[in-house]
């Protein structure tokens, strides 16, 4: 067993013992420098994201907010501060086992589908899971089970240019939960899409957040969306505050 499999291993074993959410950043900080400048972007932001959980992130733009989903993907480090993912310490292990476990634990939806255009969408599906080091048959197999639950069953064998923006986007939905992950972060998921395409493709979200008991962090600018999630946390001046509604 690899040192990212016993680290994913033991994150499940200890999650299952204590319930202790899927996805923890505790005092978190990150800066860059700029020339001479240091802009400060975290400053000590904590949250969680427990299981079948729908954790909205909002703030105005350059707010820090896909620094944030990018330490919780393991995707940077942070300066400062933990991030526990099911239970095990991310921000201290290497490039190397960080990128294995992104690769099984986390799942990622963005604005854009970037989605691999000579590839239909049942191959675009299948990919993941093969790198992944999944057999083509079982690939293949759960690649159509998702395109039948994100209501794709019918497109399979479509590319994306063959596609509308919402079916394109329930593609990229599919593809980040073919390895069964466990939490899904999504930046800006429904930001490319009109009003009545972006409720539709944030219930195909919602719904196989819930029946896989997978958490979500879904950064977002449509509070529409954000009040039908389980909790907003704001992110304003580098820290998370209380979301207050508008009047």
């Not at 639950?149 to 994306?160: D, E, S, Y």
């Not at 219930?203 to 008991?213: E, G, H, Y």
């Amino acid at each position: 067993m690899n040192e990212a499999a016993r680290a994913t291993r033991s994150g499940g074993e200890r999650l299952a013992a204590t319930s202790r959410p899927l996805l923890e950043l505790d005092r978190v900080f990150r800066s860059y420098h700029q020339g001479g400048n240091r802009l400060d972007v975290l400053r000590g932001v904590s949250l969680t994201v427990g299981h079948g959980e729908l954790v909205a992130l909002v703030g105005p733009s350059g707010a820090g907010k896909s620094t944030l989903l990018h330490l919780a993907g393991l995707l940077e480090r942070p300066d400062a501060g933990e991030v526990i993912i099911t239970g095990k310490r991310c921000d201290r292990l290497s490039d190397r086992v960080r990128t294995e476990l992104r690769r099984s634990v986390s799942g990622f939806v963005y604005q854009f589908h970037h989605l691999l255009p000579e590839f239909n969408a049942l191959e675009n599906v299948v990919l993941p899971q093969m790198i992944a080091g999944k057999k083509r048959k079982e690939a293949l197999q759960r690649a159509n089970e998702l395109l039948r639950l994100v209501g794709l069953a019918a497109r399979a064998t479509h590319r994306p240019a063959q596609l509308s923006g919402g079916e394109q986007q329930r593609v990229a939905i599919a593809r980040a939960l073919a390895n069964a992950p466990q939490i899904l972060i999504a930046d800006e998921p429904t930001g490319n899409l009109d009003h009545h395409t972006a409720d539709e493709v944030f219930d195909v979200l919602a719904k196989l957040v819930r029946s896989t008991n997978t958490g979500a962090l879904v950064a977002t600018h449509n509070l529409d969306l954000a009040y039908r999630m389980d909790r907003i946390l704001e992110l304003r001046d580098g820290v998370l505050v209380p979301h207050e509604p508008a009047d």
